[in-house]
């Protein structure tokens, strides 16, 4: 795959070109004599390449025993897309539901992604995380400043979503720009929940921010903005110092570049480590003179809306021979050959874990009775065990034999609720899924489990290293059990 030119060198070549090059004066329309309207303008048939270097360098911030353990971290990204608009503004008042806000996005674009290549460094073991080839078209979402990502194709995994979803993305910039005409050294104050959504963060308690429109040459305005951020990202505080400057093309009402540097440290969370580094973001965007990969024939999957509100991810476990689908809610936490954990959070609040395991197959017609589940739900639980909220025996969609137990008890002197999941297969494979939370996370955990549930599917294993056929087959090797 063809690779990019070094971005940041990139960067001021085309700068230089756009105020050096041609012989032709550029003609810009100032507002008056003074101001410069900084205004996008929206094209649906436009298409633009956009090149995105991103670097990271610092720490990871683990909890330890006694003190926090810290490794080292070096990320490396180097983006190419095409990027076309398909939708700017709110859809009529008459097409929207209950909750408009859920109902009106701002901004609907495709991206069609021609190179992802990231190194990430932690405590000198790589890795090198890839988009599938076939979850290479995206669609853009924004609804206010909320920026949402899904693919026409099937359900991204975590790790794709973060490999596109970084810091400076340009429908998130241009909600930075100035409202109003202005003129060379205007200076205003950032919006809090748009610098939210520029760095990635859920909410910015406070912002010292501030942009100054500091030139205007040959028909492009330099506009530069720093200061520092307090906010929160998935529940965990965050503190966002930042420089950066963005050149904007008067002529075309688009943004052409962005440089950005920073350094945030980030406290240790219900689903990430902390972080205390520095990055570097620096991204080109170029009209292109043809539509590419997103011609209205290529974007055919991209058409109507219904799907633009799906935005559950997949995972996938040969290990443990399942495959999930969730909402972005979830997160996985740990994995091995004996089980994966994920846990909910939402608005920043750890609602729920999930703890899937495999069982030992079972022969065809051996199947446990749901009251033996019960009884070895209740004997595992021991003192911790209350009461059986409900129970209950279905069959999936896909065909699955699933027993359901709702269970009552406390841990710690706290109530406690756990869901447990007994699945099997028509050919006798079993897994276990247990749902742990506090008492007083019930409601807003919901169906949560039910979701995961309905789209789990059994896969092929693929034997740990550590197990022999005969350790796989006679269930030594597996840990949980409900």
């Excluded at 100032?30 to 633009?48: G, I, P, T």
């Excluded at 920073?262 to 972080?275: A, D, L, M």
Aim: charged share 25%; net charge negative; proline share 4%.
């Amino acid at each position: 795959m063809k690779r990019i030119t070094p971005i940041g060198c990139l960067t001021n070549v085309l700068i230089a070109a756009a105020i050096l090059g041609s012989g032709d004066p550029l003609s810009v329309q100032a507002a008056d004599s003074n101001r410069y309207d900084l205004k996008m303008r929206q094209s649906y048939s436009e298409v633009a390449d956009v090149q995105v270097a991103y670097e990271v360098q610092g720490q990871l911030v683990l909890p330890g025993e006694t003190e926090a353990e810290k490794l080292d971290l070096e990320v490396t990204a180097n983006l190419v897309y095409q990027d076309r608009l398909l939708f700017f503004g709110e859809i009529p008042e008459a097409q929207q539901g209950a909750e408009q806000e859920e109902k009106s996005p701002s901004v609907q674009a495709a991206r069609y992604y021609d190179q992802v290549d990231v190194a990430m460094k932690i405590n000198n073991q790589e890795r090198t995380p890839l988009l599938r080839d076939q979850r290479r078209l995206i669609g853009v979402q924004r609804k206010n400043t909320i920026l949402k990502f899904h693919s026409p194709t099937g359900p991204l995994r975590r790790e794709e979503l973060d490999l596109i979803h970084l810091p400076g993305d340009p429908y998130v910039l241009q909600l930075i720009l100035p409202n109003e005409p202005i003129a060379i050294g205007t200076i205003w104050q950032q919006d809090a929940s748009a610098l939210a959504a520029l760095l990635g963060l859920d909410a910015v308690g406070e912002s010292d921010v501030k942009s100054e429109l500091k030139s205007v040459e040959r028909g492009y305005a330099k506009v530069e903005f720093s200061g520092n951020i307090q906010g929160a990202t998935v529940g965990v505080a965050s503190e966002i110092a930042i420089k950066a400057r963005y050149y904007f093309d008067l002529r075309r009402g688009k943004i052409a570049s962005l440089q950005m540097v920073g350094r945030e440290r980030r406290g240790i969370g219900h689903v990430s480590p902390g972080i205390e580094a520095t990055f570097r973001l620096k991204m080109v965007l170029e009209p292109r003179t043809d539509a590419g990969k997103l011609s209205d024939g290529e974007l055919v999957s991209m058409r109507g809306t219904a799907h633009w509100d799906n935005q559950q991810l997949a995972y996938h476990s040969a290990v443990l021979g399942v495959s999930l689908q969730h909402d972005q809610h979830w997160f996985v936490t740990a994995e091995d050959d004996r089980a994966t954990v994920l846990r909910r959070v939402h608005r920043g609040e750890l609602i729920a874990q999930c703890n899937v395991s495999a069982l030992p197959d079972i022969k065809k017609g051996k199947a446990i009775t749901l009251s033996q589940f019960q009884e070895d739900i209740k004997k595992n639980l021991g003192t911790n065990f209350g009461t059986f909220v409900n129970a209950g025996e279905s069959t999936s969609r896909r065909g699955h034999l699933v027993y359901r137990v709702e269970v009552a008890g406390t841990a710690s002197e706290l109530p406690v609720r756990w869901i447990y999941y007994s699945l099997t297969d028509t050919q006798g494979h079993r897994l276990a899924l247990v749902f742990t939370m506090e008492g007083d996370q019930v409601q807003p955990f919901g169906a949560a489990d039910r979701e995961i549930v309905e789209h789990l599917a059994f896969v092929a294993r693929t034997l740990p290293k550590t197990a022999s056929p005969t350790e796989a087959s006679n269930g030594k090797k597996e840990s949980a059990k409900p």
